[in-house]
C-alpha cells in the first residue's frame, strides 16, 4: 500500500466505528482482556479530537503492515483458496458501522466468501497468543 493509499485508508476507518474498534468499545465487558484501547481512546478518535501527544506507528505495525500481503499470499498457496483484496464494507442503513477485511476467501466447498484476517505477530506476541489464546483486540 503507498503512502497516499494508507492516508486514505485511515481517512475512512476514522469515520466510523469498524472492527478493529470492536474490542475498545466493548471493554467494559471484556475487562482486563483488551489490551490496546479502551472507550475513551476511542471516543477521542472517533470524536476528531485533536490529539494530545503525537501517536507514530510502531516498528512491528509498520512491518505488520509491509507483511500481510505475503502473510495473505503464503496463505492462498498453502490453502489453495482464492483470495481477493476487499474495500471497506459500510451497513446499509447505519454509515457509522463498517469494517474492512484484509482479503475475502473462497473455498471450492462453500458457495459464499468468507473472512481471512492476517497478523504479523512478533516473537514475545506470537508465543503469549500460542499460550493464552487470542486476544479481543484482534
Known amino acids: 500500500m503507498t503512502n497516499p493509499e494508507r492516508i486514505a485508508f ?5 469515520t466510523g466505528i469498524g472492527g478493529s474498534d470492536a474490542a475498545s468499545l466493548l471493554q467494559p465487558l471484556l475487562s ?21 501527544f503525537e501517536r507514530e506507528e510502531s516498528g512491528p505495525i509498520k512491518l505488520g503492515n509491509i507483511l500481510e500481503p505475503y502473510i495473505c499470499e503464503d496463505y492462498a498457496k498453502l490453502t489453495g ?3 481477493e483484496v476487499t474495500e471497506r464494507h459500510v451497513h446499509p442503513d447505519h454509515e457509522f ?3 474492512h477485511t484484509d482479503r475475502i476467501q473462497y473455498r471450492p466447498d462453500r ?3 468468507g473472512v481471512l ?5 512478533g516473537t514475545r506476541i ?9 486476544i479481543p483486540d484482534y
Do not use: Q, W
Not at 485511515?10 to 476514522?14: G, T
Not at 482486563?32 to 494530545?52: I, M, Q, S
Not at 484476517?117 to 505477530?121: D, M, N, P, Q, R
Open 81 to 83: 483458496r482464492r483470495i
Open 126 to 134: 506470537f508465543y503469549e497468543t500460542k499460550r493464552s489464546g487470542i
Open 97 to 99: 458501522l463498517g469494517g
Open 111 to 113: 458457495p459464499d466468501p
Open 117 to 121: 484476517e492476517c497478523k504479523a505477530l
Open 32 to 52: 482486563d482482556e483488551v489490551k490496546y484501547g479502551c472507550r475513551r481512546r476511542l471516543g477521542y478518535d472517533k470524536g476528531k479530537f485533536p490529539p494530545d
Open 10 to 14: 485511515l481517512k475512512a476507518r476514522a
